[in-house]
């Protein structure tokens, strides 16, 4: 008797053990799944945002300091458009300080120029972009303004009960209201749009100003040391 029930509570738990490990080994594949999900959402939206990033740059070409090396395009078709970009850049700052007899001041004027003259390609860019926003803004409003007296003419032709009238001018009061807070929104999203264009023109320049200026104090050593040793020549030797 003692026997048995000692076989049963025996079979008992090895019955609830095999229920324990079948329920941790759902649990663990389950988890393993939604692991595998997430990373795979995870990668999905990655990719999508890089080429989004890709498709938009944060500052159009017009806009970049960089040498003018379009003759090199059929060699350089291979490397990928950022490189090109970083390379160009470079080879514009390692042309203004190319030739060591120029003035270190030369030279950092030569930059300032292009820059002043990239700001205010920009500058005319973003206000040209808003007069043709505000223009056409301007243009639409008309039109729905024009549209809407239309509506009231023709509805005031005939007479109608107040009910109607009431529906009528509430619609048409309802519409100028729609209309109006959808072109605030259109206006908020171009300002941001030209915040934005800025900040990321702002953030370039800053950063093409510390690298040209890192170059420039390279560059003016070298030229103090060049024009050093010119003049330890010419006391040398007056002929030379």
């Known amino acids: ?5 000692f076989l049963n509570v025996d079979s008992v738990l090895k019955a609830s053990f095999k229920v324990i490990i079948v329920s941790l080994g759902v649990a663990v594949f389950a988890f393993l799944t939604l692991s595998c999900q997430v990373k795979s959402q995870r990668s999905e939206m990655s990719d999508s945002s890089a080429e989004q990033n890709k498709e938009k740059p944060l500052v159009e070409d017009s806009y970049r300091l960089k040498e003018d090396r379009q003759k090199f395009d059929e060699i350089r078709k291979d490397i990928p458009p950022e490189r090109a970009q970083e390379n160009d850049e470079k080879a514009f700052i ?9 003035h270190p ?68 009061d309802q519409k100028r209201k729609d209309f ?19 900040k990321n023109f702002e ?10 200026n890192y170059e420039h104090r ?6 103090d040391a060049y024009m050093k040793d010119l003049e330890s020549k010419k006391n040398e030797d007056p002929s030379y």
């Open 94 to 102: 390692a042309g203004l300080t190319s030739d060591i007899t120029r």
């Open 203 to 212: 953030d370039y320049m800053r950063e093409q100003n510390n690298d040209f």
């Open 1 to 5: 008797m003692t026997k048995s029930r």
């Open 180 to 198: 109006y807070t959808e072109q605030r929104e259109k206006r908020d999203d171009f300002e941001a749009n030209i915040r934005e264009k800025r």
């Open 105 to 172: 001041e030369a030279v950092r004027e030569k930059f300032s120029s292009i820059v002043r003259k990239k700001r205010e390609l920009f500058n005319k860019d973003l206000e040209k972009s808003r007069n043709e926003f505000t223009k056409q803004e301007r243009k639409d409003r008309e039109a729905f303004n024009k549209n809407s007296e239309l509506q009231r003419k023709e509805f005031t032709k005939d007479k109608h009960t107040n009910d109607e009238r009431k529906d009528f001018f509430g619609d048409i």
């Open 218 to 223: 390279i560059y003016t050593k070298k030229h």
